[in-house]
């Protein structure tokens, strides 16, 4: 069974930074990519950061470039999402996706159809 667990949400200052952490089981970890996706309230829901080992890719949504960074650890399992420098808009549900690719299409990251975890709030103050 393919699981997701999202952890390292929370409150933090504008300026401040979070590192969340996206653990996978369930599946041939390096075959997937692992996406970050976020949802504010009364927003569609919006890609985030994609990794993808196995193409040796990585994205980035204008609105984070320069201030979050993927990364994965192989031996855990884990991908993880640096950010710093957070602003209030990055208040969100955090959530992290297992797909085949990570599928930009006019510069927007797709959320394809497949496993999601339970989500990680983070709440940016200002």
């Known amino acids: 069974e393919v699981q997701l667990v999202e952890s390292g949400g929370g409150l933090v200052q504008a300026g401040g930074s979070l590192r969340l952490s996206c653990a996978a089981s369930g599946f041939t970890f390096d075959d997937y990519a692992i996406g970050w996706f976020r949802q504010a309230p009364g927003k569609e829901r919006e890609g985030v950061s994609c990794?993808?080992?196995?193409?040796?890719?990585?994205y980035y949504a204008d609105s984070v470039k320069g201030r979050f960074t993927i990364s994965s650890d192989n031996a855990k399992n884990t991908v993880y999402l640096q950010m710093t420098s957070l602003k209030p808009e990055d208040t969100a549900v955090y959530y992290c996706?297992?797909?085949?690719?990570?599928?930009?299409?006019?510069?927007?990251?797709?959320?394809?159809?497949?496993?999601w975890g339970q989500g990680t709030q983070v709440t940016v103050s200002s």
């Open positions: 990794i993808s080992r196995r193409a040796g890719s990585t």
């Open positions: 996706a297992a797909r085949p690719r990570c599928t930009v299409v006019a510069g927007t990251l797709r959320e394809g159809f497949g496993s």
